[in-house]
């Protein structure tokens, strides 16, 4: 060893490290603003990139749940000018009742209409205006169902029964629903167990 190396190469004492301090000068006015803008970058909020309210995804999946629903209501709203037509008032009631404990099937669909139009239609005003015409068309004509049913009275429920079909065909129509296509398919949709079509 000679020199405090090591076969020429390697320093045998520690290097001794140097530290340089580099002063800013930045006034009162400076250091303010900066403050200023770093709360405000805190308390703004950032801009959401979550799909809203009537992205594709949310939209679509309301027409999978309630249009089909919806859809599906067809063999019943068909088959009430039957009951008319043969006096079963009680089967006929049974489908318009509007008690809370046991509300008919029509009475419930009062309620996925309106999910629908508000869902699928959201983005649209004059959409929804158009729906919630034919909305309540087919409410009042249930309501005027299960009044008929009551009294028994065939001329009031045939056009009642009437109004009905007619309110539900422009539903369809206007919103074009189609029957469910994965209705009769077994297991789970291909992307979530929460997919609208998955069989339950």
């Given at each position: 060893m000679e020199g405090g190396f090591v076969s020429g190469?390697?320093?045998?004492?520690?290097?001794?490290?140097?530290?340089?301090?580099?002063c800013?000068?930045?006034?009162?006015?400076?250091m303010l603003k900066f403050a200023i803008g770093a709360a405000a970058a805190v308390v703004v909020p950032m801009e959401a990139l979550a799909d809203g309210a009537t992205s594709p995804a949310t939209k679509y999946r309301v027409r999978g749940i309630y249009g089909y629903k919806i859809m599906s209501a067809?063999?019943?709203v068909n088959s009430v000018q039957?009951?008319?037509?043969?006096?079963?008032?009680?089967?006929?009631?049974?489908?318009?009742?509007?008690?809370?404990?046991?509300?008919?099937?029509l009475r419930d669909l009062?309620?996925?209409?309106?999910?629908?139009?508000?869902?699928?239609?959201?983005?649209?005003?004059?959409?929804?205006?158009?729906?919630?015409?034919?909305?309540s068309e087919f409410v009042d004509a249930v309501a005027a169902l299960e009044a008929a049913a009551?009294?028994?009275?065939?001329?009031?429920?045939?056009?009642?029964?009437?109004?009905?079909?007619?309110?539900?065909?422009?539903?369809?129509?206007?919103?074009?629903?189609?029957?469910?296509?994965?209705?009769n398919t077994e297991?789970?949709?291909w992307s979530s167990d929460y997919d609208y079509r998955r069989k339950f």
């Amino acid at each position: 060893m000679e020199g405090g190396f090591v076969s020429g190469i390697v320093p045998t004492r520690a290097a001794r490290a140097e530290r340089s301090v580099v002063c800013m000068s930045v006034s009162r006015r400076d250091m303010l603003k900066f403050a200023i803008g770093a709360a405000a970058a805190v308390v703004v909020p950032m801009e959401a990139l979550a799909d809203g309210a009537t992205s594709p995804a949310t939209k679509y999946r309301v027409r999978g749940i309630y249009g089909y629903k919806i859809m599906s209501a067809g063999d019943t709203v068909n088959s009430v000018q039957g009951l008319v037509d043969s006096g079963s008032w009680v089967e006929l009631g049974n489908l318009v009742s509007s008690a809370k404990k046991s509300s008919g099937k029509l009475r419930d669909l009062e309620g996925a209409l309106q999910l629908f139009k508000t869902g699928y239609f959201a983005d649209s005003r004059p959409k929804q205006r158009v729906m919630a015409t034919y909305q309540s068309e087919f409410v009042d004509a249930v309501a005027a169902l299960e009044a008929a049913a009551k009294k028994q009275d065939k001329s009031k429920a045939n056009r009642a029964a009437a109004e009905l079909k007619n309110a539900y065909d422009n539903i369809i129509a206007y919103a074009e629903l189609s029957p469910n296509e994965f209705a009769n398919t077994e297991g789970q949709a291909w992307s979530s167990d929460y997919d609208y079509r998955r069989k339950f």
